[in-house]
């Protein structure tokens, strides 16, 4: 007998707002192994004519990227990206002071952009503002974009790549209210410097696509001043506000932990109210959008990592941020998948950090195979089939009170229909540990519409994990006996105790 009863229902018309295909991006950072044996490892048994692996560039097309932000992260304050361009055996070796490791540059945005280009994903470009300025990053700029017939352009064209790369999106600077940034600012400084950056830029090209630093963290003490200040410089000339956002479960409270997409929620609800106070200010009537350009879990490798830092030699590509992701793990990244597709208006980018080996949905080994870790599954859902417009969902759950949060749902949900081919598809997670949730399921305005199928990610252990030597202890499976057609386009559908679900509706 089933106590835990939910309704979700949803109405033709009620619409949050187109999801952006950019919302499926992630992050290539100069890290630990993401790119020397993550993407990029010539030699491997599979890798191209290029040196990039064959086995990551198929997972990563079956994850369903859509946009890769490159190539840092705190690496990229401290870098020249001249350093990656030109014959690979002129290219120099340079201390990363992020991440206290040797960087060969054997990758550059020339070999970086090519990859993405064949793999069909957008490459969105970081620039150095720690360091450097405007001029590096309009050098930069006119290297990847510029068709030919001015020093950088045809410097690019020497370099053996005589199409422009036409990237569209552009970070300016990353994370720089950290002061663990290398050349970390206050918010006027900051601000200033990415708005005469970005309007030089514009003067290249106005269509570029520009976005500017966030905060690290909401629990940064200068959350959300510094997007209050840095608004007031930035607001006309960019397009996106950069939002960043890890967590963790070091304290090992399963219900509390699966309750901390509250926060992304929050977070999101946060930063929309600063951009819209300023744009009131500015009398504007362009909306910023906001860039969740980090996001992820971290916290599995944090203890070696500290080590590893500190004691160390400094290295070239050592193991970091080398997390195993549990069962758990893929249940809050569901949530937070959610929680964008709630915000489908306003969060027009999302990029997971990071994308191989480090906090990542693919592993490498070295030399060795690739597996998908468990937080690769509800991303390739949420890829494969939330693409469309973002639903209104009412939804109504029980809730329970974890350590740090109150009234949280035990059912998290969102819905997505597909504009293309009409089909309709509910992203759900149950949070509750003990019981299934009996939901009712409500298609107002989709009675023609029937059940298709139910995917599902469950695990008896919360802690199981893939890896390269045991790759399938958790994998979805497809539920035949969980969803009841009711008639009138009304559902009773079993979500399974601590669950990821995934059920679709086509067009009859
Ligand atoms: O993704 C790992 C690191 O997290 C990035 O380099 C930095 O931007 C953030 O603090």
């Not at 740090?404 to 309709?424: L, Q």
């Not at 469950?458 to 399938?472: C, G, H, S």
């Not at 994998?475 to 995934?502: E, F, H, M, Q």
Request: aromatic residues 12%; contains cysteine; glycine residues 6%.
């Amino acid at each position: 007998m089933i106590k835990l009863k939910a309704k979700i229902s949803v109405e033709k018309g009620n619409i949050i707002g187109k999801v952006s295909n950019n919302l499926y991006g992630s992050f290539v950072e100069h890290l630990g192994r993401c790119v020397y044996s993550g993407i990029y490892e010539p030699g491997h048994s599979t890798a191209d004519q290029f040196g990039f692996r064959g086995d990551v560039s198929e997972l990563v097309k079956e994850l369903g990227v859509s946009v890769i932000r490159y190539p840092g992260g705190n690496f990229v304050s401290n870098y020249r990206w001249e350093d990656g361009v030109g014959p690979v055996n002129e290219r120099p070796v340079r201390l990363d002071m992020a991440w206290r490791s040797l960087e060969r540059n054997e990758v550059g945005v020339n070999e970086f952009s090519s990859w993405c280009k064949r793999i069909g994903v957008e490459p969105m470009m970081t620039v150095n503002l720690g360091t450097r300025g405007i001029q590096p990053a309009l050098d930069l700029l006119e290297y990847c974009n510029h068709p030919s017939g001015t020093y950088f352009s045809d410097l690019r064209i020497k370099h053996g790549y005589a199409e422009p790369h036409n990237i569209k999106y552009w970070c300016l600077g990353n994370e720089m209210d950290g002061e663990w940034q290398v050349g970390h600012k206050t918010p006027d400084e900051y601000g200033f410097l990415a708005a005469s950056t970005a309007r030089a830029m514009h003067m290249f090209d106005p269509e570029l696509k520009l976005v500017s630093c966030g905060s690290s963290h909401t629990f940064m003490d200068t959350f959300p001043d510094w997007e209050a200040t840095t608004l007031t410089h930035t607001y006309d000339v960019t397009d996106f506000i950069s939002l960043h956002q890890y967590f963790d479960n070091f304290d090992n409270d399963t219900a509390d932990f699966l309750a901390k997409s509250q926060e992304t929620d929050r977070f999101i609800h946060t930063v929309v109210s600063v951009c819209d106070y300023i744009k009131a200010k500015k009398r504007s009537t362009k909306d910023m959008m906001l860039s969740f350009d980090e996001w992820n879990l971290w916290y599995h490798s944090k203890a070696h990592d500290d080590d590893m830092m500190a004691n160390k030699p400094w290295t070239e590509a050592p193991n970091l941020l080398e997390d195993i992701y549990t069962f758990e793990d893929a249940l809050v990244e569901g949530c937070m998948l959610i929680t964008f597709l709630k915000h489908a208006d306003r969060v027009k980018m999302a990029c997971i950090a990071q994308l191989v080996n480090v906090i990542a949905p693919i592993m490498t080994e070295k030399g060795g195979g690739v597996c998908k870790q468990t937080t690769f599954y509800p991303f390739q859902h949420v890829s494969e089939y939330g693409r469309g417009e973002s639903l209104r969902a009412f939804c109504e759950s029980p809730k329970y009170d974890s350590r740090n949060y109150c009234d949280v749902p035990y059912v998290e949900s969102a819905v997505v229909r597909n504009e293309e081919n009409g089909d309709i598809t509910i992203f759900a997670v149950n949070r509750n540990l003990e019981e299934a949730a009996e939901t009712d399921f409500y298609l107002r305005g989709f009675e023609d519409y029937s059940f298709k199928e139910h995917i599902v990610l469950e695990n008896d252990n919360l802690k199981a994990a893939n890896t390269v030597a045991e790759p399938f202890n958790v994998v979805p499976a497809v539920r035949s006996d969980s969803v009841a057609d009711n008639g009138n386009g009304n559902y009773t559908i079993r979500l399974n105790k601590a669950s990821w679900n995934v059920i679709r509706f086509v067009r009859k």
